[in-house]
Structure formats: C-alpha cells, structure tokens
C-alpha cells in the first residue's frame, strides 16, 4: 500500500505583499492531457477573484491563457474568452485545508469527461455555469512554453493563503487515489506520497528547502523544473513565509494552526486581516470596535498561544486578547477586543 504522506511545509502567499510564483518552461510538453493536485488553506475570502495557478501571460488583457482560480468564493476554470466550469458552492472554511485536483483530458470522446475537478477526493459535479472544450483542444497550460503563474494572473488577482504539496502530471489524467485516500476510522481525507512519473514539465513543490526564497521554489520531483519565487520573505519574524501549517498533523509543531478567522469579524466598522489572516490591523479611526475569534476552538486539554502587539493606541482604545465561549458576542463600543 502507498504510505500516507506527512506534510512537513507550506508556502504562505500574503496577497498584500503581492507574493507569487513563476515559471517559462523551455519546452512544451502536452497540452491536452495533464493533471494539477495540492493542498490549500484560504486566507482573506470573498476578495474578488484569485489565482491558484495560471497558464500563459500574466497580465489580465492576454487572449490566451488558462487560469483555475476562486471568483470571490467558488472555484472558476476559465481563459479570456470561455468560462468554461464555475462551481455553485463556495470554499470559505478559514480552517481547513483542502485537497484541490483539476484534471484536464481533451482527448476524450465525452465532452463532460474533458475536465474533471476534485475537492477532498470527491469529484465535483454542480456547476453554475459549464462548458466544454472542443475535441483535442490544445489550450494554454504549465506545459506551454510561456510565462505561467501560481498564485498570480494579472495586475491584482493575487491568491492569499497557504499552498502545499503541489503536483503537476504532464501527459497523464489521474484519479484522486494517486494522491489521497479517506481515513477508514476518521472518513477525513488524508494525503499519499505520489509514487508515479511526472512527464517532461511535471513537477512537485514541496517548498521544504529554506536555504534561500530561491530555493523555496525549487522542483523535487527530480526534473529540476523549479519556480521563480516573488517577493516572499525568510526574515525572522511576522513575515517568515515558510510555513509549518500543514494539513496533516506530523508532529507537536507541524500541524494544521489556528489563525483569526474572517467569518467571526463583528460589527459595522471592523478591524482589518491581512497576511493569510496573520495580522490584525485597526481602522482609520483608530478603534477596532469588534473582535475576531480563532478558527481552532478547545474543549479540553492543554492550549499554546501567543499574539504579537506590532502597534498600540492607547489613546483611541484598548486591546483586549484572551479566551471565551465558542457563542461570545463581541461587544462593540471604543475598545479594541481580540
């Protein structure tokens, strides 16, 4: 049996500091058939749109490219001219980290078969909106030799999370067992190490090597087909973008963390998250006037946490950091709360 994979490393992507990733592959590989598989956890929601990955030019006027991407919350396959997939659910959870596969095959006789997308292992099948390439339809993608992005597709449609455990299977259409398998006794749906080849433009980030924000995007797979990493940072402190948030729980300090989650913000002139929700920041008035909950809760056992004060007005307000209920209403009101 394939081991199950223990992830050991994420790469944090702070839309703020316009973070992303690049690669112009010098050969093309195939265009028809391959296969996109990594693990996710979003940061700031419902923000327009934002890339997972893009295939062809990086500006958002290009005729021709291929991008999988959320439009504000739903998952969106598109080009310039054709939407071809957007999903009628929404991935919102600030808490979860997500399996996401996208499957592209235009060799298949069935126009439906053409493009598959997976989340957790389940494929998905409710679209608002579905089209379909044509018969061995050659379309931008990472096997074309122009600029593809991860994390990026124009001047401002930049991804805000955390990615991890990135394949791409150039020339082959696989199933989600190649990368995952459900937990008998949990049901959740867990990571496997992929064991197959990678084609001539495949590659797997694994974003492990912290010797340099160069060697961040370096390709493990053994084709050294390696990104260009964009404005990530390895200083020490706030701005360390090699996580060890991962979706697997490897060890006391490599798991999935708890951050502040978007959905809890209160009242009607909130404070402001950043940073793959990592960072709170006031509002121009100088009051936060509401508070915002973690996306872990505790029930019994023993808890760490800590929280970092880069700025305090204590002119305007006050802050405020602790624990309560899971049902505490934030009040508003001058004072800051946390």
Not at 143 to 167: H, R, V, W
Not at 277 to 292: A, C, D, R, V
């Amino acid at each position: 049996l394939t081991p199950l994979k223990f992830v050991n490393n994420s790469l944090r992507f702070r839309s703020s500091n316009s973070a992303y990733l690049t690669r112009t592959p010098t050969v093309t590989g195939n265009r028809t058939t391959w296969t996109w598989s990594g693990w996710l956890k979003r940061g700031i929601l419902n923000n327009g749109e934002q890339t997972i990955f893009n295939a062809g030019p990086n500006t958002s006027s290009a005729d021709n490219f291929f991008g999988f991407r959320f439009e504000g919350d739903n998952l969106d396959i598109t080009n310039a001219s054709t939407d071809f997939r957007r999903t009628t659910a929404v991935y919102r959870d600030p808490a979860a980290w997500y399996h996401f596969m996208l499957v592209w095959d235009t060799t298949q006789a069935t126009s439906t078969n053409r493009q598959k997308m997976y989340i957790n292992g389940v494929q998905v099948t409710s679209f608002s909106t579905a089209n379909y390439p044509a018969l061995n339809t050659a379309l931008q993608s990472l096997s074309n030799t122009t600029t593809s992005g991860m994390g990026i597709c124009g001047p401002s449609q930049y991804f805000d999370g955390y990615l991890a455990e990135i394949n791409f299977i150039d020339g082959q259409a696989l199933t989600p067992s190649s990368f995952g398998k459900f937990n008998s006794a949990t049901g959740v749906w867990q990571p496997l190490k992929y064991t197959g080849t990678y084609g001539t433009n495949g590659f797997y980030l694994n974003f492990s090597n912290t010797t340099s924000t160069t060697t961040l995007g370096y390709d493990s797979s053994g084709n050294k087909n390696n990104w260009n990493t964009n404005n990530f940072s390895l200083t020490t402190g706030n701005t360390y973008d090699a996580m060890v948030d991962v979706p697997t729980l490897t060890s006391a300090n490599v798991a999935n963390y708890c951050v502040q989650n978007p959905l809890t913000i209160s009242i009607a002139n909130p404070s402001t998250l950043v940073w793959a929700n990592m960072l709170q920041t006031g509002n121009s008035g100088g009051y936060f006037q509401g508070g915002i909950q973690g996306t872990i809760g505790m029930t019994t056992g023993k808890f760490y946490w800590e929280c970092t004060v880069t700025s305090l007005n204590t002119t305007n307000g006050y802050q405020f950091w602790g624990v309560a209920p899971n049902n505490y209403v934030v009040p508003s009101g001058n004072d800051a709360t946390t």
